[in-house]
């Protein structure tokens, strides 16, 4: 079974500290990686994604994830928080119901992160 | 702007009342996608509609019906809704979902759905 684990429900960071939001997941097959970003009264915005090569993707806004096959991890992480990064993350994976050819992701519950000056 | 709208963004109904959910995407992509999220719970995919297939959740209850009438446009019909159904109401879409694809998910910005 396919599933995401956002073990953190809050990250809070100073501003100009680098920030590391966790993703752990379990897939069968190879695994497709995304992170997705929500600010408050909108839908998800899509930050980057890993489908295969490199295993530091980078994304918008400054973000990048590092690939982890051996830990089934996918971090976020960015250098030099901003206070505007204050938002809600979601880590997601595609996979597969049993049966069916068409993909679909499953997302983590969340985790909110929260730049303070 | 992401390239897919939702109307209304804000809605109020009471258990008896009959709505619609109305989503429209721009990209030409070819798979749109309902989801639900409650605060404090994942996301959950209520259905998927492609051109080859639709999937729907099992445990989505017939209160919530979903359209399609062509790859544009989805819509969510709701009748005798429950409080507990109050949610954000997110569409996507996406191009081609099966197989090996791996094109990311599109959201609009969401329908606030207060069930009285």
């Known amino acids: 079974a396919q599933s995401v684990a956002q073990p953190e429900d809050q990250v809070n960071v100073a501003e100009g500290n680098p920030l590391t939001v966790k993703c752990t997941y379990s897939?069968?097959?190879?695994?497709?990686l995304f992170w997705y970003v929500q600010y408050p009264n909108r839908g998800l915005q899509f930050l980057l994604k890993?489908?295969?090569?490199?295993?530091l993707v980078k994304g918008s806004y400054g973000f990048e994830a590092e690939f982890n096959k051996s830990q089934t991890s996918f971090h976020l992480k960015k250098p030099s928080a901003l206070v505007s990064d204050s938002a809600l993350y979601f880590c997601?994976?595609?996979?597969?119901?049993?049966?069916?050819?068409?993909?679909?992701?499953?997302f983590g519950r969340g985790t909110q992160l929260t730049v303070w000056p | 702007e992401t390239g897919v709208t939702q109307t209304p963004r804000h809605l109020v109904m009471g258990m008896t009342n009959k709505k619609s959910l109305k989503c429209e995407q721009h990209?030409?992509?070819?798979?749109m996608y309902w989801y639900k999220q409650s605060a404090k719970k994942p996301l959950e995919l209520m259905f998927v509609?492609?051109?080859?297939?639709?999937?729907e959740n099992n445990s989505v209850p017939s209160r919530f019906s979903p359209e399609c009438p062509n790859s544009s446009h989805l819509f969510l019909h709701l009748h005798t809704l429950q409080p507990e159904d109050s949610a954000l109401y997110l569409c996507?879409?996406?191009?081609?979902?099966?197989?090996?694809?791996?094109?990311?998910?599109?959201f609009g910005p969401g329908t606030r759905l207060t069930v009285l």
């Open positions: 996507a879409s996406s191009q081609d979902p099966s197989g090996g694809s791996y094109n990311e998910q599109f």
């Open positions: 897939v069968s097959g190879n695994p497709y």
């Open positions: 890993y489908i295969t090569g490199d295993n």
């Open positions: 997601a994976v595609r996979g597969f119901d049993r049966g069916s050819t068409l993909g679909r992701l499953y």
């Open positions: 990209l030409g992509h070819n798979a």
């Open positions: 509609y492609s051109l080859e297939e639709r999937v």
